[in-house]
């Protein structure tokens, strides 16, 4: 299942910004993605890094993302 992990959003996301980490980079096979998260005054970027060699136009998980939050 692709989309949000819970358990990264509940543990890795406040950790984030509690040390004010401007950066997360992941990488998955076939997607590119640029988020950016705002929490407590704190900007966290996400950057997700893959080949992107395919279009995927899926909107599965399009309610999982905050507004105004995607950038590419």
């Given at each position: 299942?692709?989309?949000?992990?819970?358990?990264?959003?509940?543990?890795?996301?406040?950790?984030?910004?509690?040390y004010?980490?401007?950066?997360?980079?992941?990488?998955?096979?076939?997607?590119?993605?640029h988020?950016?998260?705002?929490?407590?005054?704190?900007?966290?970027?996400?950057?997700?890094?893959?080949?992107?060699?395919?279009?995927?136009?899926?909107?599965?998980?399009?309610?999982?993302?905050p507004?105004?939050?995607?950038?590419?």
């Amino acid at each position: 299942e692709h989309g949000p992990t819970q358990c990264l959003i509940d543990r890795l996301r406040p950790l984030l910004h509690q040390y004010q980490a401007t950066t997360y980079l992941c990488g998955h096979d076939h997607n590119l993605q640029h988020l950016v998260d705002d929490m407590n005054g704190t900007h966290l970027n996400y950057f997700v890094v893959g080949a992107a060699n395919f279009i995927d136009n899926s909107h599965a998980h399009e309610q999982a993302v905050p507004p105004n939050s995607l950038k590419f």
